[in-house]
């Protein structure tokens, strides 16, 4: 093993012994780390200048006890009646003392918590124990000025802790330190009990330590299942245990969806770049939805050159007008109509109830019925408040429950209507009020059509910053795309499985925009036929609501975990036992994730 300190360096040092006879206990029952004292000297240590403190121990013979023993016996003085005699009368068995711990106490009051002390200490295993300590220096001027004694006496120092009401530590001098230290020699120590050395020589435990490093997750090497590299592989990054290889995830791997995990500044926005990235070079379609904004920004900066005229840009910041989704428009308005009601519902659960459900829906029905592919959200403000504008729409209509609906509405008293419709033009105006959304999602003819865009591999990038839009702004416009999204993959029902290209669609803050109709397990399963995967990022479990954590759990097989919190951990080890236990999941570094893969219907 390592020399404790350089024998070629100056030193000062000393050892460190028991001021009273062993039978009498130090403290070993601290509400802090007692070794925290001597980190932080050590923590003050500059290149060139060593400490080293050295506790050697070993279990105490029958024989070295038995002179413990008549130690005691002589400590007695024989027919002494000083309480202190009497005390060591308890500690000897088969010597003269005749006296029972209660009676000792009761003669002695004074002395009752020593008597405890002492026969509390006997009752346990006992180590012969030394403890010695140095300070080393290269650094010739430090010798002249002290520094080498002062740092010496300062680590003798931080054993005070120690100290009882009986005993306690007391410095000796130690010649030619290093050596000593380097021979690792117990010789004949002093007795202490299992209790005491664990206090004395332990594994930091306090958090907050000066100069220690607690030890990381534990490395776990990659199956040989996983795949390097290929056309039909995105590259996740590299193994950290191992010979160093490429850990990648199959396109058709991808498909039983992606779930990634992780607090702020861990890496989760650079890992979801470059699988964006990957998917753009690879030419496969992707939607990216943004709600901070770099991670966009990050994409646009390294987009690779195939991918520069096949992509559709959503960016408050951008000039000019936005491109155009219409969310009224579709192939089945009934549909459209419906992702409208859910996502507004989703979003302001709190404030929903059954009267502006039935009112939103009715609206959306009547102008999809009416209008077509020219019905705009911005239409239906004017539907509910301008009576000549329904008039004219409501005489087209056909369906009898639609006509009905309105004429009821119609024979309200304006303060009855203006009631009604209040809950919902308060939350369209969250839309509408902002130039970008209302442009972009009621500003006419859709200019993007999405299925062709994700179908011949373009990327459709959506930078929505809650700093400029606004937090529930951002929700409504995230969640519409995504149903606007998931509208353009549905009709791949149609087509035969191996005419399906493969697309993706990765979301941050995933909690915030899955809003979409029907069950969301049901949605997964669906995608994944349909061959559209999703990555679900977030940072901590407690953002999904019960129903959305459960389905992510299980129907987003792949799992992307970077360091997570201790709860979260817990939860998350089941993905991962036996290979990563808990400590593992929240003792990963920045940059450094836990993955658990497919291979094919496999875990890995």
């Not at 007391?170 to 010649?175: A, N, P, S, V, Y």
């Not at 989760?268 to 990235?277: C, V």
């Not at 519409?480 to 399906?500: K, V």
Request: charged content about 20%; glycine content about 8%.
């Amino acid at each position: 093993p390592p020399l404790p300190l350089d024998q070629e360096y100056r030193t000062a040092g000393g050892r460190l012994v028991l001021a009273r006879p062993d039978h009498f206990p130090l403290t070993s029952d601290h509400d802090t780390d007692p070794l925290r004292g001597l980190l932080g000297t050590a923590s003050g240590l500059a290149e060139g200048e060593h400490l080293a403190v050295q506790i050697l121990a070993r279990p105490a013979t029958g024989r070295r006890l038995t002179k413990a023993h008549r130690a005691a016996a002589a400590l007695r003085g024989g027919r002494s009646t000083a309480p202190q005699s009497i005390v060591f009368d308890l500690v000897t068995p088969g010597m003269s003392g005749h006296h029972h711990p209660s009676e000792l106490t009761r003669q002695h009051p004074e002395h009752a918590e020593q008597v405890r002390a002492i026969l509390g200490k006997a009752a346990q295993p006992r180590f012969e124990v030394q403890i010695r300590y140095g300070v080393a220096s290269r650094h010739p001027d430090q010798v002249a000025t002290g520094w080498l004694r002062a740092h010496a006496h300062e680590t003798a120092s931080t054993f005070a802790l120690f100290t009882s009401g009986h005993q306690y530590l007391r410095r000796r001098r130690l010649h030619h330190p290093a050596a000593r230290l380097a021979e690792r020699r117990l010789h004949r120590g002093y007795l202490l009990s299992v209790a005491e050395l664990a206090a004395l020589a332990h594994l930091p435990y306090d958090l907050a330590a000066p100069g220690v490093t607690r030890a990381g997750a534990r490395p776990v090497a990659p199956s040989p299942a996983i795949p390097v590299s290929g056309p039909g592989v995105r590259v996740l990054g590299d193994s950290d245990a191992g010979a160093p290889r490429p850990v990648g995830l199959t396109v058709a791997g991808a498909r039983q969806h992606l779930h990634v995990l992780g607090q702020t500044g861990v890496g989760k926005s650079t890992f979801l770049a470059n699988l964006i990235l990957s998917d753009a070079t690879a030419g496969r379609g992707a939607l990216v939805i943004d709600p901070k904004g770099d991670l966009v920004a990050d994409i646009l900066q390294r987009l690779p050159e195939r991918a520069i005229g096949h992509t559709v840009v959503f960016d408050p910041a951008a000039p000019g007008r936005p491109p155009c989704l219409n969310v009224l428009a579709g192939h089945d308005a009934a549909f459209a109509a419906e992702s409208i009601v859910t996502t507004f519902r989703r979003c302001f659960t709190s404030a929903w109830g059954p009267r502006l459900d039935d009112l939103l829906r009715s609206a959306c029905l009547t102008l999809t019925r009416v209008n077509g592919t020219r019905a705009t959200l911005g239409d239906i403000p004017k539907l509910l408040i301008d009576t000549a504008y329904r008039a004219r729409v409501t005489a087209r209509l056909t369906d009898e429950l639609l006509q009905g609906f309105w004429a009821s509405y119609d024979e309200l008293t304006p303060a009855a209507r203006a009631s009604v419709i209040s809950p919902v033009m308060n939350k369209l105006r969250a839309v509408l009020l902002r130039p970008f959304i209302r442009d972009t999602l009621s500003g006419g003819a859709s200019t993007v059509d999405l299925a062709d865009t994700l179908a011949s591999g373009g990327l459709i990038l959506a930078r929505l910053p809650k700093g400029v839009l606004g937090e529930d702004a951002v929700r409504l416009f995230g969640s519409l795309l995504l149903a606007q999204t998931w509208q353009a993959i549905t009709p791949r029902a149609t087509q035969a499985e191996h005419d399906r290209p493969d697309a993706a669609a990765y979301i941050d803050e995933a909690h915030n925009f899955l809003n979409l109709p029907g069950s969301i397990s049901d949605i997964l399963a669906e995608a994944r036929a349909y061959r559209f995967s999703l990555t679900l990022a977030h940072q901590h479990l407690s953002q999904l609501p019960k129903d959305l954590r459960e389905a992510v759990s299980a129907d987003a097989r792949n799992k992307i975990y970077f360091a997570a919190s201790p709860e979260d951990a817990t939860d998350l080890a089941r993905h991962t036992a036996p290979l990563l236990a808990p400590h593992d999941l929240s003792h990963l570094g920045a940059y450094q994730a836990a993955a658990r893969l497919m291979d094919g219907n496999t875990p890995t």
